[in-house]
């Protein structure tokens, strides 16, 4: 089926910009939906944003016009573009797609902090 992997967390200060990769170990031309999830320590996971392959978006609220989901269906490759990051931001963010079956991503850590 698959398998993905996220790369370009790390440290940012408040304020700052970041862009999340999720690279895809197939071809992603045929997956139904990709997507960023993210989870906070003691929280539960919650979708950041998703894009299927007609290109619709959706947005957490928390989110909206500061992210940007998008594809690159040539380099099997997800990304999500990050401005104006806040500490509530942190968390271990997550890719995910819909094959249909579902694709998780192993994480990686977002750490918004001065």
């Known amino acids: 089926q698959g398998q993905l992997m996220e790369s370009g967390g790390g440290l940012v200060q408040p304020g700052g910009s970041l862009r999340l990769s999720c690279s895809a170990s197939r071809s992603i031309s045929s997956f139904n939906v990709m997507a960023w999830y993210r989870q906070a320590p003691g929280k539960q996971r919650e979708m950041v944003a998703r894009l299927t392959r007609l290109r619709v978006t959706q947005y957490a609220d928390s989110v909206k016009g500061r992210f940007t989901i998008s594809r690159d269906d040539a380099k099997n490759t997800m990304y999500l573009q990050m401005s104006s990051l806040k500490p509530e931001d942190t968390a271990v963010y997550y890719c995910?797609?819909?094959?249909?079956?579902?694709?998780w991503g192993q994480g990686t850590q977002v750490t918004v902090s001065s």
């Open positions: 995910y797609a819909e094959v249909p079956v579902s694709l």
